[in-house]
């Protein structure tokens, strides 16, 4: 089985391409605890990302948020 490759897939609510960030799973951790509320209340979080960055997400502009494995072949929304 492959290695997991978890990302923050973010829909903006302006539309577009999703945005793609690449996860530790440390972080992939911490945020499964605490996305939808950062959705929810719209609040600006710092991200980091498996390079080591840090991004600011202001999340009142995200219209979808969710955690996924960028290694899985077929994409349907909520099924792993």
């Known amino acids: 089985m ?3 490759k978890p990302a ?3 829909h903006l609510a302006a ?3 999703p945005l793609l960030f690449a996860l530790t799973a440390e ?5 499964a605890k605490d996305l939808s509320h950062f959705v929810r209340t719209g609040s600006v979080q710092t991200v980091q990302t ?3 960055s ?4 202001n999340f009142s502009h995200v219209a979808a ?3 996924d494995d960028l290694n899985r072949k077929t994409r ?5």
Do not use: P, S
């Not at 972080?27 to 945020?31: I, S």
């Not at 840090?54 to 997400?57: C, L, Q, T």
């Open 15 to 17: 539309g577009g391409e």
């Open 2 to 4: 492959a290695d997991q």
């Open 76 to 80: 349907v929304f909520g099924l792993h």
């Open 27 to 31: 972080e992939t951790e911490r945020l």
């Open 54 to 57: 840090e991004v600011a997400i």
């Open 8 to 10: 923050l897939v973010l």
């Open 65 to 67: 948020a969710y955690l």
């Open 50 to 52: 498996k390079d080591d």
